[in-house]
């Protein structure tokens, strides 16, 4: 179980619930989101509640701040591909919404 501020609920949650589909989905983890007390409930092996509580971590960082990933948080579910700057955009698409 994690605890989580108020508004970081709503953002783990997303709209209509997509981002806490998503983190379950690439995850394999189960999450039950409280928001009367403000927790996440991880549930899955071991490998799946890692990797779950990694991206949900992942996505409070993203609420303050850009997020650096490098190769420390790899345990079999990344892939790094160096993108030029000025292709950025194709990538992530507008405001991020192709990743």
Do not use: W
């Amino acid at each position: 179980i994690l605890e989580l501020s108020g508004s970081d609920s709503a953002f783990i949650l997303g709209r209509g619930g997509k981002t806490k589909q998503k983190i379950a989905r690439v995850s394999g983890a189960q999450l039950e989101l409280h928001e009367h007390n403000s927790t996440v409930e991880i549930l899955g092996g071991d490998v799946e509640r890692r990797r779950a509580r990694k991206y949900v971590e992942l996505v409070k960082a993203q609420r303050v701040g850009p997020v650096h990933v490098d190769e420390a948080h790899d345990d079999g579910d990344l892939t790094m591909i160096a993108v030029p700057h000025n292709c950025v955009g194709f990538v992530t698409g507008s405001q991020g919404n192709f990743l």
